[in-house]
């Protein structure tokens, strides 16, 4: 039975195994399998990928050196993520050596990218979209301020939704959620564009107001997804306003860029988005103590202005008028009677007409044989003038003598 190995001779390399060609490469095979792990990682960057009957044949380099490697035809489709000239990748693969003629390979088994990767394809958009204003802020939309329905763009099930349903109940639960599950990771930008144009053919019946985009937390190559072209464009020219929740604080996609609003949780875009109850009712509170006192100081001005019109009502009402006006009337009365012609008849006096019936108020108007007329305060008496005389001049009283 030939083994492939065999012993040289004495004199020509005692000891030393030999090999034929076959047995060596079958020797160096078993080694491999057994000294090799089963399953491996490779970082590395792609070069000169291309098909062949099938299968996807590719090197990886890292500058110092270089490997084959190949996805079977069977493997391909399960790929997430199709590397082109010059991606770095991190490979998860196991060794293929080929024993007839000695050939290694690196058999992929799953391939992602790498940050470098997600990074370069991240700029790339960047500077594509960047002309077109895609990122301007002018072009970001307000966000509703208490929105009667939103949409959730996530996986379903997932930590990511579970902590938005919650944030959404504690914080408002009247806004009504419409949870629209996508995938969320690899080479599935087709059917998150695919899921965002359904949602928006229904939203006018749906009474949508805006649009959570969001994915949990992972490394920034699995966020790859979200820095596609062709996404972008969708978000930037959506009808409604869209909240991006996508990664850690410190992850940056394209979709955040073109959002209307970049949350940095899917937690905090709930935050964002919906307001918070019991601040709300705090500023109704303040609200109802302010109008109640208004209201109170309102009514209070009101009462004073009816009681100052209450008080001129009653200044000038019928019954007060009438009886100042009796009041009025009563002092005339008493000041025309303090003056009347008969108050003075009756203090003995007595009023003389001339023939003619005018009152004589000087003696100029009289003569002696002159008849006249005496109106005395009960009664007339007629008369004759019989001498006429004016009244006697009372001389002033002597002065004192001067005090020398």
């Not at 062949?52 to 090197?59: A, I, P, R």
């Not at 990122?135 to 379903?156: D, G």
């Not at 020219?237 to 940056?252: A, F, N, Q, R, Y």
């Not at 100081?297 to 009816?306: F, I, V, W």
């Amino acid at each position: 039975m030939t083994t492939g190995v065999d012993r040289a001779a004495p004199g020509r390399g005692e000891g030393l195994p030999r090999y034929s060609v076959a047995g060596f490469n079958q020797a160096v095979g078993n080694l491999l399998e057994r000294g090799f792990a089963p399953r491996f990682l490779i970082d590395a960057t792609v070069s000169r990928p291309q098909l062949k009957k099938g299968h996807l044949w590719l090197t990886l380099v890292d500058g110092e050196a270089s490997v084959s490697a190949v996805v079977w035809a069977s493997q391909l489709p399960r790929l997430t993520f199709r590397p082109e000239e010059g991606d770095g990748v991190t490979v998860v693969g196991k060794l293929n050596f080929w024993a007839a003629r000695a050939s290694l390979a690196v058999q992929v088994l799953d391939l992602r990218p790498s940050l470098s990767s997600v990074l370069r394809q991240f700029e790339r958009t960047l500077e594509r979209l960047a002309p077109e204003g895609l990122f301007e802020p002018a072009r970001k939309r307000p966000l509703p301020e208490a929105p009667q329905a939103i949409a959730l763009l996530t996986s379903v099930p997932s930590s990511a939704y579970a902590d938005m349903l919650r944030t959404a109940a504690e914080r408002w639960p009247a806004t009504r959620l419409v949870v629209l599950p996508i995938p969320v990771q690899g080479a599935v930008e087709a059917q998150i564009c695919a899921a965002l144009e359904g949602l928006l053919a229904q939203a006018a019946a749906l009474g949508l107001e805006a649009i959570v985009l969001a994915r949990g937390g992972g490394s920034r190559e699995d966020l790859a997804v979200f820095d596609g072209e062709t996404l972008a464009r969708r978000l930037a020219h959506c009808p409604l306003p869209v909240v991006t929740g996508l990664g850690h604080e410190d992850d940056t996609t394209i979709a955040d860029l073109v959002a209307d609003y970049r949350a940095a949780t899917p937690t905090a875009a709930i935050v964002a988005l919906l307001p918070d109850r019991p601040a709300a009712l705090l500023r109704l509170q303040q609200g109802r103590r302010q109008l109640h006192g208004l209201v109170k100081l309102r009514l209070k001005a009101a009462a004073l202005r009816l009681t100052s019109q209450r008080d001129q009502l009653q200044h000038w009402s019928p019954a007060r008028a009438l009886e100042a006006r009796r009041r009025d009337l009563g002092q005339r009365r008493q000041l025309l009677e303090a003056l009347s012609p008969q108050r003075l008849l009756g203090r003995g006096f007595c009023l003389i007409r001339d023939p003619n019936g005018r009152l004589v108020r000087s003696i100029d108007q009289l003569a002696p044989g002159l008849a006249i007329e005496a109106q005395l305060a009960d009664g007339r008496a007629d008369g004759l003038i019989t001498a006429v005389a004016p009244a006697a001049v009372i001389p002033p009283p002597p002065r004192a003598p001067a005090t020398p």
